[in-house]
């Protein structure tokens, strides 16, 4: 924290900043070297946040515009979350989209709502079709409390879902044994 976000706290401060602020980092027995920060909430952060915090976001979201301190209330353990996507992510081509994926129905082996947000969705007489020209569809979470747990939930919620030309990374999670030892080994956890 020290070498991260501590380093804008007081910039941070003196600006009245009051919000979200994310830095993504590269972190190697030598220390931890910040790559770029984020001051808005994102995707697919966002909807992984949402599956480990337990409080209300209006609350939150409230009390961080206000400023006030607030007890956020968490899960203990891991969120996990996997994008699908569809042609042409990760680029925004109208045409590709058209021709790919427009209007595409997502379909379902079983009926299932917790761990998926939609992202470019809409729902339109009870199914949900692809609409954007991104062909960012879904984010599909798990949570669990170990990271192994975690990443089974969202791969097995993955394996429910249907849509033509979609495709995901399958390695998320997949080193955190490892890397979860080295980051504990070197007291960055």
Not at 10 to 32: K, Q, T
Not at 78 to 90: D, K, N
Not at 160 to 188: C, H
Request: include cysteine; aromatic fraction near 12%; charge should be negative.
């Amino acid at each position: 924290v020290r070498e991260t976000i501590l380093r804008f706290e007081e910039r941070l401060a003196a600006a009245g900043y009051v919000g979200y602020f994310d830095i993504n980092c590269i972190a190697s027995h030598r220390g931890v070297v910040p790559l770029e920060t984020t001051s808005r909430f994102g995707y697919p952060t966002i909807p992984i946040q949402q599956d480990g915090v337990l409080s209300p976001w209006k609350d939150f979201l409230a009390a961080l515009g206000r400023g006030e301190d607030f007890d956020l209330r968490t899960r203990r353990g891991f969120q996990v979350g996997v994008v699908i996507a569809v042609p042409p992510y990760p680029f925004e081509d109208a045409a590709t989209s058209e021709r790919f994926s427009k209007d595409a129905v997502i379909l379902w082996r079983r009926e299932m709502h917790e761990g998926i947000h939609p992202c470019e969705v809409r729902l339109e007489e009870g199914d949900w079709l692809l609409a954007g020209v991104s062909g960012y569809a879904l984010v599909v979470t798990g949570t669990a409390s170990t990271m192994i747990d975690a990443r089974r939930e969202a791969y097995n919620r993955v394996k429910n879902v249907m849509i033509p030309n979609m495709f995901y990374r399958t390695d998320i999670g997949e080193r955190w044994v490892r890397d979860g030892d080295l980051l504990q080994s070197w007291q960055l956890l």
